[in-house]
């Protein structure tokens, strides 16, 4: 019988590096592809509102306050990788726990818009959808589904800065989400000055 062979201490240290020198190029490729997405999706609003029949409406008040809250969650998320930069567990499980929550805030704030959305007939699809209406839903929803896998990567974070992961020789996991997050912060804005700008 074969003797299984262990991998040695210094394998496993050289394969960590490895894993954590790729991670932040991966993570940028994966954001490039958003960026494309979205680059696709305001081009084709823009060809579709040159081509006539298109709704003009205000945009929902909860997105003015969702975007006010989703900046301060940046905000944040900044304290909190700051706070595990000088190894202060506590400041960075703050800042975490309060950006998270923040991000909820911001969900439930699309929803409220979505609803005011439909409460003025300017829904998704059926006989009376337009497609500037339509635009809307699919931009903001794509853009949520995003925010809901950077909630995760939030959550997950939170639970290794309890577990006390995070401090100033250690702060890569908390660099990823914080990325992700101030990405996601930066489209947002960007998707809500186009579609405030652009009708």
Not at 72 to 88: D, E, G
Not at 152 to 166: E, Q
Not at 180 to 196: A, E, G, K, P, T
Request: hydrophobic share 50%; net charge positive; with cysteine.
């Amino acid at each position: 019988m074969e003797e299984k062979v262990k991998p040695s201490p210094t394998y496993k240290s050289e394969l960590k590096a490895a894993q954590q020198k790729a991670s932040k190029p991966l993570l940028w490729v994966g954001i490039l592809s958003i960026v494309m997405l979205f680059a696709g999706l305001t081009s084709a609003y823009v060809v579709r509102a040159d081509n006539g029949n298109w709704l003009l409406f205000e945009l929902p008040s909860a997105f003015y306050l969702s975007t006010a809250v989703i900046v301060t969650s940046s905000i944040t998320l900044l304290f909190a990788l700051q706070m595990a930069k000088k190894s202060n567990r506590n400041g960075a499980t703050l800042g975490l726990l309060a950006t998270f929550f923040l991000g909820i805030l911001f969900a439930y704030l699309q929803y409220v818009g979505w609803g005011e959305l439909y409460s003025k007939n300017i829904v998704f699809a059926g006989k009376t959808a337009n497609a500037s209406g339509s635009f809307l839903y699919l931009i903001t929803f794509l853009h949520l589904l995003h925010l809901f896998a950077g909630l995760i990567a939030v959550l997950v974070t939170l639970k290794n800065s309890i577990k006390g992961k995070y401090h100033a020789g250690n702060t890569l996991g908390l660099e990823l989400c914080s990325i992700y997050w101030h990405f996601l912060d930066i489209l947002w804005v960007y998707l809500f000055l186009f579609l405030y700008y652009i009708r």
